[in-house]
């Protein structure tokens, strides 16, 4: 459990310099100049993501459970799943309705995910990830919202041909990774 919470520290605290010392991010990336910060950035990121994943799979191995949530709360993930892909292929590709609306769809994409999987997963270790994920997601759509006002930021239109592929795209990519991504990757079989 330790190295859960050491990389979840990691990872989520790097990825919320945004949230929480903006001006010491931006003032660190004009002193040490873009490809040092990205590099700095992309390291801590990895080191975040393989320390908290390697807690995760120890901590399964004699897992706490909290709860059994019920098995038709597969049927709503897989739903809210289709949704997260789609949100999050959305910040992807240009001029699509959806990021055009919701101006976020990246980080609204990884809280429909967390909410997924805490509404499937009741062990401790399960909830302490997918939980953290979601309060970190808020807090930066909440960042974000806030910069964007403060910056008067507009978003242009987007148009029906790149909305229409962003949904297919997203549909295809949550089919797959459903079907037979996850299941190597993390060793669970949603469908």
């Given at each position: ?41 992309g ?55 959806i ?15 967390a ?45 029906t ?31």
């Amino acid at each position: 459990m330790e190295f859960l919470i050491l990389g979840l520290m990691m990872f989520l605290g790097l990825h919320s310099t945004r949230i929480f010392a903006d001006g010491w991010r931006s003032s660190l990336r004009a002193n040490i100049g873009e490809p040092r910060w990205k590099c700095i950035y992309g390291l801590g990121s990895i080191a975040g993501f393989a320390t908290f994943l390697r807690g995760f799979f120890e901590a399964g191995r004699d897992p706490e459970v909290l709860w059994v949530p019920p098995s038709y709360m597969h049927h709503v993930a897989a739903v809210l799943m289709m949704l997260s892909f789609i949100l999050l292929t959305a910040a992807y590709i240009p001029h699509n309705s959806i990021k055009a609306r919701l101006h976020h769809p990246m980080t609204l994409g990884v809280m429909v995910w967390a909410i997924a999987h805490l509404l499937t997963n009741g062990q401790l270790h399960e909830v302490i990830l997918f939980g953290s994920f979601l309060v970190w997601s808020v807090m930066l759509l909440r960042s974000a919202i806030q910069r964007d006002a403060a910056a008067g930021v507009s978003y242009p239109a987007g148009s029906t041909g790149a909305t229409v592929t962003t949904v297919l795209l997203g549909g295809f990519l949550a089919l797959a990774f459903g079907h037979w991504i996850h299941q190597a990757l993390i060793g669970v079989k949603p469908f």
